[in-house]
């Protein structure tokens, strides 16, 4: 049997959905739709990686707040060492059972908690009918295993976001008896620095967690094209009504809600104003009075956060019970190794002398962003000459260089920038010529740099940037001091 892969293979699968949706509307109990085999690879693959990777981050964020943690307790020991071995007791240990928690497999349907993400509850309510078999009777075996496997992927990741959120719930406890157990000893202990540490680490840990919530929420063109399909489908329809996280608390499966066609559908859910009518009806006994509950909800929610804050001026609640005030954590942190890279390009025209002609610097540079500031690289050149004026054109190779930069953000955009340089700065005409090390020279670079943000799709931003060579003295024949260069970030 040949295997069609690709745009080709949706097509198919998706013209047969078309021309069937007319036929189940008499019959909607049975519709024999070509399965989509490459929808359920990508959403096996999609789901494995974002679990594999939430376990990961999580561990690593549950051993760095253990370790602060223990570090505290240290300092603390010194001051008081009967008070500090009653209050962390078992504290290393609480750390290791989270661990070895986070790591055991479910593959029990659960509910992801926290807020409404409508692209994985459209996900999963995909899933969940392509894995009755009565939709699919054609299907064939491996086909069937592939829809086990992906509902059963779909599942643990669901059940390692529940996990971590109990494990968010006992670091936001933590935090608070932390900050409590160090204000009882007053400046005098000198711990703060370790309970900062341990508050960095709890919010770059829930920061990871929004992240990877984001990311299982970003459909990607394959999901988008099967539910704009599907939604024209009334199976499916009644289906996502009858079995999506939406419908359970807006009873979508009655009569009086339904989901439309049309543009709206593509997200698998219903439009805003039915949204708004859905909720009108899910809201049972408070019926016209709904608006009414909520203003009331909104108003007392108001008072808590005014007796919260009365009570942190009093002093009843000490400053370690909140998070830190001027800390907006490391966007960088939450991002793979992958993921902070940046690539570039830079140019650089040098005016010609006596020893070199007219030329221009091409280079490309790769980044990587330490933190959201300060980033460091390296990158290649390459040096092209133009001749000595308008009327002697001749284009030459004049050299190639490597380089390694260090970026260090002063305010907004400006940034100080040093770096190092190997150049070969004589003409050549085939690579094997650059390698006598002898005629390389050295370059070492200060300077300043301004990034301006671009509205291109090719560039990010473009980076200006005036440096000294403060080694172009030692060279010979000496080059030029001051450099001027231009650079793009895709």
């Not at 240290?74 to 071995?85: M, N, V």
């Not at 004049?398 to 040093?418: C, H, M, Y």
Request: net charge positive; glycine share 8%; aromatic share 10%.
């Amino acid at each position: 049997m040949v295997r069609i892969k690709g745009g080709l293979l949706m097509v198919m699968i998706f013209t047969c959905m078309l021309s069937t949706a007319d036929a189940q509307e008499k019959d909607s109990s049975v519709h024999p739709i070509v399965f989509p085999v490459e929808f359920l690879d990508n959403a096996i693959a999609k789901t494995s990686h974002l679990d594999q990777g939430l376990t990961k981050k999580t561990e690593k964020y549950l051993r760095a707040m253990s370790k602060a943690e223990k570090k505290l307790a240290q300092r603390l020991a010194k001051t008081d060492s009967t008070a500090a071995r009653a209050f962390f007791a078992g504290a290393q240990e609480n750390y290791s059972r989270l661990i070895q928690k986070l790591k055991v497999m479910d593959t029990k349907s659960s509910t992801l908690s926290g807020e409404y993400l409508p692209y994985a509850d459209s996900l999963k309510t995909m899933l969940s009918f392509f894995n009755q078999s009565g939709n699919f009777p054609t299907i064939g075996r491996a086909t069937k295993e592939k829809v086990a496997t992906a509902v059963k992927g779909f599942n643990q990741l669901q059940s390692r976001f529940e996990m971590t959120s109990r494990i968010s719930e006992f670091v936001k406890e933590r935090k608070c008896q932390l900050g409590s157990a160090l204000s009882k000893y007053g400046k005098a202990v000198q711990a703060k620095k370790y309970l900062d540490q341990y508050y960095k680490q709890a919010r770059y840990f829930s920061d990871q967690i929004t992240v990877y919530k984001q990311m299982l929420n970003d459909p990607d063109k394959l999901q988008k094209r099967a539910l704009l399909v599907l939604n024209k489908i009334p199976v499916f329809q009644q289906f996502m009504k009858s079995n999506s996280v939406l419908s359970s608390f807006m009873n979508l499966g009655t009569e009086n809600a339904s989901i439309s066609g049309g543009t709206d559908g593509i997200l698998g859910l219903i439009p805003r104003d039915q949204v708004a009518s859905a909720f009108q009806l899910g809201s049972g006994t408070m019926g016209a009075n709904v608006n009414g509950l909520i203003q009331q909800q909104v108003q007392g929610g108001q008072s808590q956060l005014q007796q919260l804050r009365d009570r942190l001026r009093s002093g009843e609640i000490s400053n370690g019970e909140m998070d830190l005030p001027n800390f907006k954590g490391a966007d960088q942190s939450t991002k793979s190794f992958w993921k902070r890279l940046e690539y570039g390009s830079s140019m650089q025209t040098v005016h010609g002398s006596y020893y070199y002609p007219n030329s221009t610097a091409f280079g490309l540079t790769l980044a990587y962003k330490v933190d959201s500031k300060n980033s460091i690289g390296i990158g290649v050149d390459y040096k092209a000459g133009w001749g000595k004026d308008i009327k002697h054109v001749n284009v030459t190779s004049e050299g190639v260089g490597f380089r390694g930069f260090l970026d260090i953000q002063l305010k907004t955009s400006f940034f100080a920038t040093g770096g190092f340089e190997y150049n070969y700065q004589e003409p050549f005409t085939s690579l094997g010529i650059v390698r006598d090390i002898d005629n390389w020279q050295q370059s070492g670079l200060i300077g300043i740099s301004k990034t301006v943000s671009l509205k291109s799709n090719l560039f990010k931003k473009s980076k200006l940037q005036l440096l000294w060579d403060f080694l172009s003295y030692r060279q010979v024949p000496r080059t030029q001091a001051l450099k001027f260069r231009v650079g793009y970030s895709f």
